[in-house]
């Protein structure tokens, strides 16, 4: 069962840089066949997509946050990793990571917990 | 503004059938996956590809695709089916599975 867990600072200084960092178990980001995303929903809506990695380290962003957006990959401790920096007030959301599945039937079919990060002086 | 269009609020009798939509022109050419969120927790993958449930997703979830929308039905509501659901599929692109729908919060009556 592939578990995946996020942990990063809960509270953020308004234009600092986020940092958020996935660790996966139960199965090994190098395997391939999978995008290593972030996701995000701010208090009380939707979800938004942030960005994905593959395990080789290619990268894809949403346009809307790309210039502030960096996704890195450490497959020897088998995590990946989120910053996002300048970030504002409107940067305040619970953030997901999750496992997106490469494909035609694609989906994003495990995702961890979520973890809250607030940003406020 | 999403590329994935879905009606805010569903509501649905108790054991009655409710089906759930998701409308955007990737549509045309992808796949919709849909997610489950309750309050709280973090979002649960139940239909994805032509209409494929993941293990342990009831067999009442089903998902088909007509045109420019897709459509998750379920058959025979429970009160635990009572969440927020979501579409998902790639962007104008046809790259990334990039577009959430709005959210559709359904309610059983």
């Known amino acids: 069962q592939v578990q995946l867990q996020e942990s990063g600072p809960g509270l953020v200084k308004p234009s600092q840089t986020l940092s958020l960092t996935c660790t996966v178990s139960g199965g090994s980001i190098s395997s391939g066949g999978y995008y290593w995303s972030w996701i995000r929903q701010h208090p009380g809506k939707g979800l938004e997509w942030i960005g994905y990695?593959?395990?080789?380290?290619?990268?894809y962003y949403n346009p809307s946050l790309k210039s502030r957006v960096t996704i890195s990959v450490d497959t020897s401790k088998n995590q990946f990793s989120l910053k996002l920096s300048s970030v504002t007030a409107a940067d305040t959301a619970v953030y997901y990571c999750a496992r997106g599945v490469i494909g035609p039937r694609g989906s994003y079919d495990y995702w961890g917990q979520g973890t809250l990060v607030t940003v406020s002086s | 503004s999403s590329e994935l269009t879905q009606d805010p609020a569903v509501s649905v009798a108790l054991g009655q059938t409710v089906r759930i939509t998701c409308q955007g022109d990737s549509l045309r050419s992808y796949y919709a996956s849909w997610y489950q969120q309750k309050p709280g927790q973090a979002p649960v993958l139940v239909i994805y590809g032509k209409n494929n449930r993941p293990s342990g997703i009831p067999d009442r979830f089903s998902g088909s695709s007509s045109g420019n929308t897709a459509s998750l039905t379920i058959t025979g509501a429970q009160a635990e089916d009572e969440a927020d659901y979501y579409c998902?599929?790639?962007?104008?692109?046809?790259?990334?599975?990039?577009?959430f729908g709005g959210g559709t919060k359904l309610t059983v009556l």
């Open positions: 990695i593959y395990y080789s380290g290619t990268t």
């Open positions: 998902n599929s790639r962007d104008s692109s046809g790259n990334h599975l990039g577009v």
